[in-house]
């Protein structure tokens, strides 16, 4: 395949649905055609959207695994795996290297997508990576002998603006900085490059870096989904005959997940979206839509490459001298439809974009006499200053030179002196590692064994290359381990990450923690310096954690001695989870890939009581889960161990702050009893004051990560101390939501009065208080009306008049006045198309506090869709806490529309279209689905009208059909006397007198009943609600799949 040098060079993945995906009853809305990618909306199947690419791959079905573990085809041609994928772009990014271009591949999407399977692979199916370096080392081992070739390879990650170098063994603080050369460009200062000469190099110092990846998220506290990782192969090409030497930067680029955190903003948080993690994937995006419009002709007058780390690295990829590949990775689920929308939409930009790749040829010599005029301008430099009489130390003279070439140090060495320093860099590892894992009670009779074994393994592997031979002895040395001893994997948010590190329990005691002292060490949040203790006798292994440790066994906080099962799942801190592979005699032939990070989490949500029964997963009577409800529980477990984390960084910097989930509107519903949509908050209560406040996901994230900041600081030595404003952890006080009560209105579109307590339910369904409220149908004069004004048909107020009055007499028994001092209450309602919601004046510190407000309400001229929301809604009424020092809501009628006797208008026609779409400001929708819904509304109305005309000509038709028959009857029969006649006639008479006043009662009668009828109606609504909501409990463990 050979790549256009003017362009980049795109193509799209689509993967397979992820498990909680099948959990969610998800459906593929994705479908490929040759080059083309197709979506459709699961909302409006017929509305399709179709984009076209150099390349779409199917990886959803049609696939099998084969004896090694390996996906292929299942017999369709539509399958492409791990292996089409490297021949048509990995083949293209070794081609370019060969050629003497700079290749650049990157991987975008959102979490869960694909990206890492791609470029890393999983398993037996090694992704676009491992794949290019293999067969670059082995291209160059069949080359011609008058050429050298060079390869260095570096491996980073970018999280928070801060790049970690993945090589080294110290990490510097505040990270790498970014430094730019006149000839190279940006690049990283001080970024570790190892010289490698053969593919096994390689692949040790992959494995490398992602265990220093590992163990870098459990430290930092850090998602590896919103990293950045960035792998550089440095590939040089020497012509000893020509005297001309090729160089070639590859740059292979996992980009961090792409789905788009909901803005901190839009949630009012006084705190911008002050972290600096998603700066870089916004600034890339920045970065491709000018570069897009450069490319359509459009002037752009700057394009922001220096916003953000990543995108200084890759400008050249981007925007410069580089063929570029981006694969963009797509989730075929219809539960991310939006996201997959939104990447294909940023692939379209991004393939408009045009690169001028040239060939980095240059003369060798040349290159030496351009060094050599560096170095003179260099001493010359020095020089002056040392005329100037400024001294001028040894150390500072080598890091001017340094800085002033911008070249790595590897310039100063010769290729083979540098090769050699870094075999002995990792013999010495090698060294340091066997003494740290042979076990130390059988050291002096094993380490015989074990050195035969070892050297056996690596004979037959690769016996000509001393760093080949180190490496796969310590690979044969931890499979001779894992044979013998028990051990812990590490179990990470990323699968990639997953399974990358492991603690053998030897025989005797191991101590974890912080210490240095310990068998194993441990770094991460809640992780004491002696932390627990394992013991391993006689094929027992016993956990047992040190006093005030957190330690969890499948789900469980432990406090003593614990016996250990093979597969146990073992926490240790606030987030580092293992899992347990016990003594080989306890093994069985259980697939552990099952016991993943969400299984882990799940586990400790129904330990906690928290599963899909308490949500309700069905919807509508059907058999399949509501994928929303099950967002929010996987919403619920992903937030879990952030949450947890961030109690252990409140307690390290003695915050006093408790952060616990609560799903909002768990157990509530809206107007019409419908439930509404459930979402998770994070609510914090400061535990000496009491003070509550309750966080949006979005705002607990944002802040998650600005404390993750703070808290790094802390870890280096620094003050931790900020002012109040720019503290995280702080907010100021203000007014939480409480519970709600519903109230239905349907007394008021028959004239009748309701007087209803009613209880006011919390998020969870249980009572918070019991609120006395009143609706009172009245004259505009505010005479209340009597019985005898009761109507029986609604649409008698139809294009009329109608007034009411509600009145809040007093809330019995609130508990969160109980809760602690200074606190009050406010009580909120919004009726019909009112633009904002009605707040009572605020009462302070009464447990049974009396409110007795009255507002009066007109609708000047009564609409059908008024009459049906008295009908068919309830008054939602709010009860909302106060606390000493927060802002209290408005409880005047200012900005509200007035008649001239002071009573508030509704069913305003002027005020529909802004505010008749919900009842609630935070809840608009679009003007056209306002129109769609009032036309259902009309439409229900109508047939309501139809189905009762068509009952009273049933009726009509009925009686017609009597009267016809019993006029047939009369004529038969002989006419009576005259005096029988007038008998008769006095007798009609009087029975229809009787009938008239008989009607009348029986209208009376009606009334009565009626009134009585929708009274016991809204209580047992109200009682319905509450038994809707009122699920049996059942046992936490139900839940785990």
Known sequence: MTLVDDCLYFDTAIMILIQREKDAGSRCVISMDSNSTSIYDPRNPGHVKTFTFDLAYWSHSGFLKDENGMLISAGSNSYAGQREVFRDLGQGVLQSAWQGYNATLLAYGQTGSGKSYSMIGYGANRGLVPSVCEELCKAIQSQEKNRQYQITFSMLEIYNEQIIDLLSKTRKPGGLKIREDQQQGFYVDGLKLVPCDNYAQIERLMDQGNKMRTTATTTMNASSSRSHMVITIQFKQIFLDEAITKQSVINLVDLAGSERQKSSGSEKDRLKEGTRVNLSLTTLGNVISALAEVATGKK???????????????????????????????????????????????????????????????????????????????????????????????????????????????????????????????????????????????????????????????????????????????????????????????????????????????????????????????????????????????????????????????????????????????????????????????????????????????????????????????SGGQDRADPSVLAVFHDYIKLMPLVEEVNQMSQELRKDLKFELKVKNLALSDSRGHDLQKEITVKVTHETTQQVWVWSKAKFINRKFLMEELYQRFLEGENPAVNQDSDPFWDPVEAVHVGSAHVWLQALAYRMRLEERAELLNSEGLEEAVVLINLFPCFSDGRLFGEDEMIIDPLELLEGRVDFQIHIAECLGVKWLRGAVGRGIQIGYRVYDLPRCLYTKPVWESINPKIEETVHFSALKASYEFLNYLQKNALIVDLWGLQEGCMEMDSSLDGLLLTAEGTVVIDNPKDLTASHAGLDAAMEVPELYRKLLQMEQETELLRELNRALREENALLKDKLKKWDVGHREKKKSESPTKVIKVMKQSESSRDAEETCSHRTSCDAELAKALKTFYQNMSVVRQQFLQLKHSRPSVSPFIAIV
């Open 300 to 618: 752009v007058l700057h394009i922001p490459y220096r916003d953000s780390v990543l995108t200084k690295l890759l400008q050249s990829a981007l925007g410069g001298n580089s063929r570029t590949i981006m694969i963009a990775a797509l989730s075929p689920a219809d539960i991310c439809y939006e996201e997959t929308l939104s990447t294909l939409r940023y692939a379209e930009r991004a393939k408009k974009i045009r690169n001028k790749a040239v060939v980095n040829a240059s003369p060798t010599k040349k290159l030496i006499r351009e060094l050599k005029a560096e170095n003179n301008k260099l001493l010359s430099r020095m020089a002056e200053l040392g005329s100037a009489g400024r001294a001028i130390s040894d150390e500072a003279q080598l890091q001017l030179l340094a800085e002033s070439e911008g070249w790595p140090r590897s310039t100063q060495m010769t290729w083979e002196a540098q090769l050699e320093e870094a075999r002995q860099e990792w013999e010495q590892q090698y060294s340091a590692m066997t003494q740290a894992s042979v076990p130390h009670t059988h050291k002096n009779q094993n380490t015989q064994n074990w050195t035969s074994m070892c050297n056996i393994s690596c004979y037959f592997k690769l016996s000509d290359s001393p760093t080949e031979i180190i490496y796969f002895s310590i690979l044969a040395q931890e499979r001779w381990m894992m044979e013998k001893f028990p051990y812990l994997l590490n179990i990470n948010e990323d699968p990639q990450l997953s399974w990358v590190l492991k603690h053998f329990i030897q025989d005797g005691t191991c101590d974890v923690g912080q210490s240095a002292s310990n068998a194993i060490i441990l770094r991460g949040l809640g992780i004491l310096d002696k932390h627990a203790t394992f013991t391993n006798a006689d094929g027992r292994v016993t956990l047992v954690p040190r006093d005030k440790c957190k330690v969890v066994v499948n789900g469980v906080t432990i406090t003593g001695e614990t016996e250990l099962q093979h597969s146990d799942r073992v926490i240790l801190g606030s987030n580092s989870a293992y899992l347990y592979v016990g003594p080989p005699a306890q093994r069985t032939e259980e697939d552990l890939s099952r016991y993943d990070y969400d299984f882990f989490q799940s586990e400790l949500a129904a330990a906690e009581g928290f599963g899909m029964d308490k949500l309700g997963t069905v």
